[in-house]
Structure formats: C-alpha cells, structure tokens
C-alpha cells in the first residue's frame, strides 16, 4: 500500500538483496572501527561511515573498557531466531550457523570469548518451562544470556533469579540506553536488565499470494479478521497470548494496558468462530509457513519479514494500532560467566554495532546513536518508508503504539492462558 | 596330617561355591536392566503418582495431600482431546497392519536376495530424526506441494483443496513414522513360517485364501500383536504430528500435557493425564490380548 509510491528497483535495493549488498561493507566498517581487521574485507571509501577514522589510526573510536584479564571462556547465550545480522549460507536459511553473525565474530576476536548462540526462545512461557526447575532448585541454568519479553523479565526478576548487572563493566549500556526505556516500574534503575531490541507486533503478509487469491492486502486487524474468515487455513495468531490478545482488544476498541477478565473474554469470543473456521497460532516458526506459501497474512512480529522473509513479504500497522514491547538481556542466576555476558551487554551498546544489527534485524534499536549509524549506512539509497518506520517509528506510528499491562496479578494471568489455551486446543 | 586333612577340602567345596555363583549368574546378569528399570521408570513414575496426587507448585513446593482433583479436571475438561488420541492411535495403527503385512509377507516370502537391502528401505528413515520427518510432510502435503501440485494441475480437485492441516494429515503423519514397529515384528514372525506347512496345506486341498487364513495368519499373530502395541501405544501418546500437522481442533493428550505444563507450568494435570493415558492403555492392551488369545501369542 504506502509501498505502491516507490519505484520497484528502489523496493528491491532496500529490501534483503539491499542489504546483503551494504552488510559487506557495513561488517567491513564496523570492523574497522573496532580496530578489528578481516583480511577479506578490503574497507573502501565508501564503506566507512564519515566520521569514522580509517582503520589504524584509532583502534577504538567508541567508548570500550580494555577487556578485563578475567574475560575469557564460554558464553552461552539464548535468544530469538532473525535476532542477529547474518551472512552467507546463514542468511539465506535465515538461521544461525557459529561464524556466520559478524557480531558475534567480531566479539569473539574482541573478547577472546567464545560464543555459544543458539536460537533456542520461540515462545517466553516455553522458554522458562525450561529454565524454571533449575531455577527454583538453585542450579545453574546452562545459559549466562537469555533474552526475554518484558512481562517474563519483571517475573523473573521479581522472584530474584536474575544477576544483579555489575554496571562498571557496562558503560556502554549506563550512557546509551534511550531514555523512554529508563525508569520502568520493574526494574527502575536497570540493575537487571537491558533491553536488546524493542519491536512491534502488527499484520504481515505475502502480497504474491494475496494478488494471486484477488485479495486486498490488509490494512487494519479488522482486514486481517476479513481475510481469515474466507481463508482461515492460510491465516496465523501468535502463541504469544499478549500479542494476540492485545491486537484484537485494539479491534475491539479494549484498551491492551488495562486488561480485566472481562475484556479478554470479548477478545476470545471474537476469535472463536475463526478458530473453529481453522485460523493457527504459531510462534516464530511463522516465518518457515510464509516461506512455504502456508499463511497469506499473520501477526508478526515488526522486524521479522523485513529482515528475514521475501522481497513479497511485507508489515503493516494496522490503523487500530500495534503492540509495543522490548525483549531483554538477563543474566539468569547461576550463570557460569556473568563477565562475559557482561562484555556482550556492552558491546552491543556500543551505537556503531547495534547499528549495523538494526540494519540486519529491522527492529528498534534501544541504543542512543544507533539510528545515526543506521542512516548513514543507507546514506546511498533512501530507506523504503515502511522500513523506515520499523526502524524509526514516525510519530503517526508511535502515537498508536499500545503496551500490554505487565506485570498481570494471578487471577487474570491464569485467565490469559485458560482463555489462549481453550482457543489453540488445549 | 593338616596336608592330607585339608587337600580333599577344596574338591568338596568347589563345586557348591560354583553352584551358588551359578544360582546367582541370572541375577547378576539383570541387575544392569533393573537398575535402569528402577532408575529411569520406577523411580519417575511414582514421583509422578505423587506430584499428581499433590498440591501446591515448583516454586512453593509441593506436598502430598491425596488432592485427586487434577484427575477429576483432567478427566472432565479433556475429553475432545482423550477421544482425539484414541481415534488417530487406532486409524493409525490399522493403517499400519494394512500397509505394514503385505510389506512383511513380501520380503518374508518373496524378497529372495533383496530381503537385506528392502530391510534396509524400512529403517532408512530412522536416520533421520524423527521431527524432519514429520516436517517433511508438511512439505509433502503442502498446498504447493509436490502431491498436490500434480493433482491440482491435473484438475482432479478444485485448486483450493487442501489436505493440510487436517485430522487426516495428523494420521497420514502418525502411520508413516510408525509404520516400521508395525512392519518388522510381523516380518520376524512370517520369516519364521515353514514354508513346508503351506505347501502341505495345498496338499490338503486348500486354496491360496484357506492356506492363508489357515496357515499364515496364525502363525503370524505374535507378529501382530507386538506391531500394533508398538505402533499403537507411541501413537496414543504422539504430540509432534498433531502439533506440526493438525488444527487446533485435531490436538491430542499429548499436546494438553506438553501445553499444561509448558504454558501453564502446571504438574499435577500433566501427571495425571499420563496416568489416564497408562491406565487407558493398559485397559486396551488387556482387552486386545484377551480377544487375541494368549496361547496364540506365546505359541
């Protein structure tokens, strides 16, 4: 729709193939700026960000602390997949392969320390079903990183299973997180957590398969709801009950941020009849259905199908709004090498990466700064405006983004899951 | 005197000492498989017994307070679920026998030097692991996939037909990944037939059905009955094939239990549907066995 503006050849440059184009000169940039230097990547002219001195001249141009002695061993961090900037045979798989990330490559170089990422957190209550028996028993969890939605943070925060953050080995972070994202009622003063991306929950669709079915790509929830009723086998929710409920209370006109019991039911009595019709929930593995042809239209999650899907494949905000919510870096108790999970926390705070992964990710940077890094790597081509709006939320954007209430009391959280899990079946 | 009064000792007690390490051999020899038994089935499943008899959660701790209404809710509110399960297991493992005996009676009877290689097919699969798959049949069955590709473009059903995801699929899921338990144990027990009984029973005027119903189906009800306990029992209690090829109205006791407690983090309901479900399928087994006959099976 806002994307029949811009010439096709202009929409296929800023989408992926775009993309891998500048990543190649972007990695080469941001390894030189980190005083890193990757023999097959020859920096050019072009390819290092004004402002940024040529390679040699200074090996750290942004604030780094020198890695501590003590750094060193393993990090074993979990995360969400299309989470990290990928290269190569990774990217075209859309998964994470060891070498394949140049932020995680670059760290490793960096630090000394070896990196352990695995796209193991599809769904935040499935991923602490799994975490949870150790944690309760006091054992380490096998993870030192995990990145988590910030209803699950302030849960596990508040039953004291996280690391306190040492923030001396953190300055990045202490002097570049955004303001808007200081100060939350969980954790005010950030001494467990910092986000890693922030992101938005709308309508994705395939416009391939959409033209080909005669159908309108959707613009609103309430298209979405159209869309599924005609073909509901090629429609998804999210696993996500936040997400999914959140959305359709915006539908309804409920307000996501004050949820009651009664609210969620209007939200699961406008579902049921496209359930019944065969409408799925799905987690992350929604990608792998849009790349299958499976599902036409879905919520999904902002960043995903720019950063991950087809040149087809696109997000909208719906006109009744979009969920807003950041996933966040912990350290879960136990941990076998907080500094490391330390140092990474800092590195990716560090404007010039965390802008080069915005640029791969799609998602909203948490970073101060980083959204200079990323215009300057699109200085060449202008960003489509959807994209742009992914990465930079215009304020038409922001004033319609909503936040699920977090944290729930326990009588509407079990009300969340009964009414979600009496929907996906049982 | 003490050479001579203890030389013949040793003689005299020799062999009772290897009497007693002979008594005890058996023993020794299954101590490995009860402690594994003890270990990995008896100890968990009595731990369960309790948790499911128990209130309270991880966090605060469970205590035993003989609670029985996680049996009366799993019971009560999971039926759709319960009959799911039994329906696909039983479609499933029927399938199987329909597939699976004239596959075992062909490389029983026919497969001559190809036998090692056909058996070779069955199990080939099984390198791969279990969840590609069922994947795979996501791909298989897909909208777009090669079946239904060829049958659309052949005009033979309308081009928005779809077998994914479906009860159907869920089952089609089911019989494929179980179908070798169901096709090796009836090969093993065909194999075992004398052909000489066979050819006696033409002599004795029977046809090629008599000899059949007479001769190999008998013979082969061991067969059969170990096929459809392993294929039956693994299929009741599957989650993956509902989970990667069905709708939510197709989920069966094994998606409730992986939900309740993955989700919900509950332990009580997940533990005593997996009691339902063993006492269901004993029920099952006992009844089979019973119609069956059991001389059949051990003779």
Known sequence: MEESNVPATVRDLTRRRFLQATGATGVAAFLAACGGGLGTATPTATAVPTGTPPPGQSPSPTPQPTPSPTLGGTLHWANWPAYIDLTGAAADAGKYAPGSSPTIVNFQKQTGITVDYQEKIEDNAHFFATIQPQLVAGLSTGWDLIVMTDWMAAKLISKGWIEKIDHGAVPNCVANLRDPLKGLSWDPGNDYHYPWQSGMTGIGYDSKALTTNQITPPASIADLFTIATAHAKNVSFLTESRDTFGLVMLKLGLDPSHVTVATLQQAHDAMRPLVDAGVRFADNSYLQDFAQGKTWAAMVWSGDLAGSGTADEHFVFPTEGVMIWSDNMLIPKGAQNQPAAQAMMNYVYDPQIAGNLANAIYYVSPVKGADAVVKQLNASAPLDPTVQNLLFPGPDVVAKQHAFQAPLDADTEDTLNNLYLDLSGG | ?299
């Open chain 2, 1 to 299: 005197m003490a050479v001579a009064a203890t030389s013949p000792r040793p003689p005299a007690h020799a062999p009772s000492r290897r009497a007693r390490v002979g008594r005890a051999a058996p023993y020794l020899l299954l101590t490995p498989g009860i402690l594994w038994l003890l270990i990995f089935f008896i100890f968990p499943t009595l731990w369960m017994l309790l948790i499911s008899l128990s209130s309270g959660d991880i966090e605060s701790g469970f205590r035993l307070t003989f609670d029985t209404s996680a049996y009366t809710k799993a019971l009560g509110q999971f039926t759709p679920q319960f009959v799911n399960s039994l329906t696909y297991g039983s479609i499933a493992t029927i399938s199987c026998f329909l597939i699976g005996f004239p596959v075992a009676y062909t490389i029983a009877f026919r497969g001559g030097r190809y036998k090692n290689l056909i058996l070779f097919m069955v199990i080939a699969p099984f390198f791969t692991s279990f969840l590609i798959r069922t994947l795979s049949w996501k791909i298989l069955l897909g909208d777009n996939g090669p079946l239904l590709s060829i049958v659309k473009s052949l005009g033979i059903v309308s081009p928005d037909f779809s077998v994914l995801p479906s009860a159907f699929s869920v089952v089609a899921g089911l019989t494929y990944n179980f179908l070798p338990f169901m096709i090796l144990p009836l090969y093993v027990s065909l194999e075992k037939i004398d052909p000489r009984l066979i050819e006696a029973s033409h002599d004795l005027y029977a046809g090629n059905w008599g000899a059949f119903r007479h001769i190999t189906l008998p013979l082969a009800l061991p067969g059969v009955f170990a096929g459809t306990l392993l294929t039956f029992i693994p299929a009741l209690g599957d989650y993956v094939n509902a989970d990667l090829l069905g709708t939510t109205t197709t989920r069966m006791i094994g998606n409730v239990i992986q939900s309740q407690f993955f989700l919900i983090g509950n332990y009580q309901i997940p533990a005593a549907l997996s009691f339902v479900l063993m006492a269901a399928i004993l029920v099952a087994v006992f009844i089979y066995a019973r119609v069956l006959g059991t001389e059949e099976l051990t003779g």
